[in-house]
């Protein structure tokens, strides 16, 4: 049944969306499909190893590396961010409200959408967001609200989660990624850029207008908030341990909602790929209505890439779909086609 109702949506989208490549990944059940439209610009066949970037889709990711943080003890969600960066400037509202981890990974904390910074070497701004960039933004520029009364979409706040995850590990923030996903579920070519090695096997991204977008290497930072590359064999992967039904506490904390929309005096730039209900670690959710069953989703764009996936973990489904091309239109099509073949699919069978 998934193949059959794959291969329909995925017709769907090789003809609707029509960009130079898609990919399709679904999951039901212990069953999976994956589906390849269009060519691989680099050579070589679009494949289940071809490599793409999901964008903000790494947010979600950001959220399981710091729920295995909390699992192990070594990150508090209501913390203050300064337990982690003490040096870290601006992080007080002035009437005495502090910044604190959950309102990083829920998009409440006062942050602008992005960190304002020069292009740096080559054009590539991915390698300017840093720390001390971030310090010296906050220094100099007070938070737009008291953290954790409003919802903002802001790639920035994901930057300084990363860079507090990082010192909360002693490490990197890409050394935690690989720590606390990449590394435990057998993600090899999940990461933060891509090496070397790998650029033969890279998908390239094109802008609006067919040129293709130079691939910028991002820095550190930007792995929380969009510079995952992957394949369809690791997002497979992934979605799997995400619909497992083992236990497993940090899957428990990754998934569980901490804030309603109604606990929010404003909600902005949250709704583009589906109405936000509750917010979670990463993860925009989704109420179950008759159109539609309870979803975990998460959109991305970046680089020349826009990317969709949607969880429903009570029916054990998932959908990932790719685009390689800055379509805003082709985007929207890929969303509700892949919202849509949720609801379609009928879930694990007995």
Do not use: C
């Amino acid at each position: 049944m998934l193949d059959d109702i794959a291969g329909m949506y995925g017709l769907l989208m090789e003809y609707q969306v029509a960009t130079p490549a898609s990919v399709l990944v679904a999951v039901m059940g212990d069953s999976s499909h994956f589906g390849f439209y269009g060519e691989n610009g680099a050579g070589g066949a679009l494949d289940e190893n071809s490599i793409f970037r999901i964008g903000s889709i790494s947010k979600a990711m950001a959220g399981q590396v710091m729920a295995g943080m909390i699992a192990d003890g070594k990150v508090a969600a209501e913390a203050p961010v300064t337990e982690y960066l003490p040096d870290l400037p601006g992080t007080v509202f002035p009437d005495g409200t502090p910044m604190r981890m959950i309102d990083l990974v829920g998009q409440a904390a006062g942050l602008p959408r992005d960190l304002p910074v020069d292009p740096g070497p080559d054009d590539n701004p991915d390698q300017m967001q840093t720390l001390p960039a971030i310090s010296a933004y906050l220094e100099d520029t007070p938070l737009f609200f008291a953290p954790g009364t409003r919802l903002l979409y802001s790639n920035f706040g994901y930057q300084l989660l990363g860079a507090a995850l990082g010192a909360a590990n002693d490490s990197s923030y890409g050394a935690a990624l690989e720590q606390y996903l990449t590394g435990p579920l057998g993600m090899e070519d999940t990461a933060i850029g891509v090496p070397e090695d790998k650029l033969g096997r890279l998908l390239p991204g094109y802008l609006f207008d067919d040129s293709e977008f130079p691939l910028m290497q991002p820095g550190d930072l930007l792995g929380a908030s969009g510079g995952i590359f992957t394949t369809a064999k690791d997002m497979e992967r992934w979605m799997r341990w995400n619909l497992s039904q083992e236990p497993d506490p940090v899957r428990d904390i990754f998934h569980a909602p901490h804030a309603d929309r109604s606990d929010f005096r404003s909600v902005s730039m949250m709704d583009e790929s589906g109405h936000l209900d509750e917010m979670g670690m990463g993860w925009v959710i989704m109420h179950e209505t008759e159109a539609q069953p309870y979803t975990l989703q998460k959109a991305g764009a970046h680089g020349g890439y826009m990317a969709y996936l949607a969880l429903a973990p009570e029916k054990q489904a998932a959908v990932f779909m790719m685009i390689n091309k800055y379509d805003f239109d082709a985007d929207e099509t890929m969303t509700a086609l892949a919202n849509s073949m949720l609801a379609a699919l009928p879930g694990a069978m007995d």
